[in-house]
């Protein structure tokens, strides 16, 4: 049976630096941190003995098996705080004070105080509550034991990074669950003489040794993704480096501009899956590349900023040779050539390929395409035909509402259509005039793209509702490959823009 800690952050960030490297977060917390939040607890306020037993037997038990949710790492800001205090310079002779002496003491002082330069890594999580699970079964004292410890942790990692700790079953629902493996990633855990090894290092006032290392790796039983659509959620990124703001209503100008830029480094003969085209010019039939902004939207005070643009490749041509022809932006040295975006009276963008590990919640891939029931537009879609339902032009209010209500329904039809065409399940579809999340502009301040020897047509925002959690990048409409019908997953924490 086992038991379990399960670790809710209160603020929605967990605020913890990777033993690695200072410019990057550490997630899920190493069981080893959660050990020390736990010693630290015990040694908090009044010992007590089964406490103690409690921390002698955990850090004897096998590595905990972890089930959490992905989390996107916050933009890395470097800060400068005051140092610590410095002592006061020794005077022999009062009467004697040199001016370099009376400079050193009023160095204490906190507008004179040094600064040195700090990182505080924040994640973000899918899921602001994590579990620690063990195999082993507790003893009820040792039981009494963990629960007063975890009532002591008020927090697991910097001590802004705020937590609920308790003893109970674990959710794993919408979570993943990572265990010791043989091989895979490397976390911190904790193990005998671990609890009087870290005494000992606080007595003289040492920093703690980082412990022992192991490896974890999904668990064998953790279930495959829900379904999704025929785009691969493992797009290329490409991140806008220069400060030129530009919103979601430049998206057509700034995807039709990536496009070009890529096929005209992309050596003879353009395949059709970058270019769209047959070779003798007709469109293509079958699913090809399609280019999308990566915006800041989904939170307070979001802007709509462009933040970067990314490739969404089909499934059916994850093949590594098809980005070979993307990657032609590197040179002999493995550099990243000059790569910017020609915009004509716009000017230039600067662009950069995103390739680390961890990024900015916009700019991960995850943030497109995590598993969710509910999808909101943050570029409007475009119809894939036009509307048979013509409205009157006659002053009958009636009419009028009843040609409306059925044009709506022809929409949405259209809408439920195209989710079944990228393959997924038919939708509950609501059509609105804005977005349900916050930064995106409505239907209205974007500009109408003119399909060839199709004219315009018809676009709105919609928040669609599937009858199971569904997997992205959700594209739809007839603009998905120039970035309109761009969904985002909904999430419990997020709040709707629109009511």
């Given amino acids: 049976m086992g038991f379990c800690i399960g670790v809710e952050f209160l603020l929605g960030r967990c605020m913890a630096t990777s033993p690695n490297t200072r410019d990057q977060a550490e997630w899920p917390p190493h069981p080893d941190r959660l050990f020390m939040a736990l010693v ?38 470097v800060h400068y705080v005051p140092v610590n205090d410095t002592t006061l310079p020794r005077v022999k002779d009062p009467k004697k004070v040199s001016a370099s002496v009376i400079d050193s003491a009023l160095q204490v002082l906190p507008e004179n105080r040094s600064r040195q330069a700090r990182t505080f890594p924040v994640t973000v999580p899918e899921k602001t509550t994590l579990y620690y699970q063990w195999l082993a079964d507790a003893a009820p004292e040792l039981h009494r034991g963990l629960e007063s410890l975890c009532s002591k942790v008020t927090s697991l990692g910097h001590s802004a990074s705020l937590v609920w700790a308790w003893v109970g079953d674990p959710v794993t629902e919408g979570r993943v669950a990572l265990s010791p493996a043989k091989k895979g ?12 090894s870290l005494e000992e290092s606080y007595s003289i006032g040492r920093r703690p040794s980082k412990g022992m290392w192991c490896n974890y790796d999904l668990a064998p039983e953790v ?9 691969d959620p493992a797009f290329l990124v490409f991140e806008i480096v220069d400060r030129k703001r530009f919103g979601l209503r430049s998206t057509a100008l700034l995807t039709d501009a990536l496009r070009k830029t890529l096929m005209s480094r992309c050596p003879e003969p353009l395949p059709s899956w970058l270019s769209g085209h047959e070779p003798d010019g007709s469109p293509l039939q079958g699913d090809h590349a399609g280019f999308i902004p990566l915006p800041h939207v989904g939170r307070i005070h979001a802007d709509g900023k462009l933040l970067g643009l990314a490739v969404v490749m089909p499934y059916l041509l994850r093949d590594p040779r098809n980005l070979d ?15 910017e975006l020609k915009l004509g009276q716009a000017g230039t963008v600067q662009l950069s390929l995103h390739h680390s590990g961890m990024m900015p919640t916009s700019l991960n891939p995850r943030t497109w395409s995590r598993p969710s029931k509910v999808w909101g537009t943050v570029t409007p879609i475009i119809l894939d035909r036009h509307l048979k339902t013509k409205l009157p032009r006659g002053q009958d209010p009636q009419a009028a509402a009843e040609a409306q209500r059925r044009r709506d329904e022809e929409m949405e039809q259209i809408i439920r259509a195209a989710c ?10 609501e059509l609105l005039p804005v977005s349900i999340f916050e930064g995106s ?3 209205w301040e974007f500009p109408n793209l003119v399909l060839a020897r199709q004219g315009r047509r018809k676009m709105t925002h919609a928040r669609l509702e599937f009858p199971r959690e569904v997997s992205g990048p959700v594209l739809l409409g007839a603009g998905r490959y120039r970035g309109y019908g761009l969904c985002r997953p909904f999430t419990s924490r997020e709040k709707e823009s629109v009511s």
């Fill in 40 to 77: 630290a607890a015990h040694h908090s306020g009044d010992t007590e003995p089964h406490e103690r037993e409690a921390l002698l037997w955990l850090e004897s038990q096998k590595p905990p098996t972890i089930h959490c949710t992905p989390a996107a790492q916050r933009t890395v800001t």
């Fill in 185 to 196: 990633r490397r976390l911190r855990v904790s193990h005998e003489g671990r609890l009087a």
């Fill in 223 to 231: 279930q495959k993704n829900p379904p999704g659509t025929v785009f």
């Fill in 325 to 339: 022809a993307l990657f032609n932006l590197f040179d002999e040295n493995g550099e990243l050539r000059e790569f």
């Fill in 420 to 429: 079944v065409r990228v393959g997924l399940p038919e939708p509950r579809v």
């Fill in 441 to 443: 502009p409505s239907v």
